[in-house]
């Protein structure tokens, strides 16, 4: 099943250049991982923002959502999934 996810990372101010440092070296690793296993296929950035979409693929909500939370960002993301179904035309 196809999800469109779209997150935004907000982490806090009070975290240190070097944290912020290593968790964006964390989570392309994470992220890299993931393309690899077939479960995230696309992603764009939003520009001006910290946002990010994604065109991801699980077997279920439950097992997108337990791929979402390995990211390390996860803790300080906002995201909305959409739940994707083939149109008529592209059957």
């Known amino acids: 099943m196809e999800f469109l996810v779209r997150f935004e990372t907000h982490l806090p101010d009070s975290m240190n250049d070097a944290e912020r440092g290593r968790l964006k070296v ?40 337990d791929a979402l939370a390995t990211l390390p960002q996860w803790p300080w993301m906002d995201v909305t999934v959409e739940p994707l179904a083939t149109h008529p035309q592209e059957a």
Do not use: C, F, N, Y
């Not at 964390?26 to 950035?45: Q, S, T, V």
């Not at 946002?51 to 959502?65: F, K, R, S, Y």
């Open 26 to 65: 964390a989570e392309r690793a994470r992220a890299m991982e993931l393309r690899e296993d077939g479960i995230l296929k696309r992603l764009w950035r939003v520009p001006g923002r910290r946002a990010v979409i994604g065109l991801w693929e699980a077997p279920d909500a439950t097992a997108l959502h």
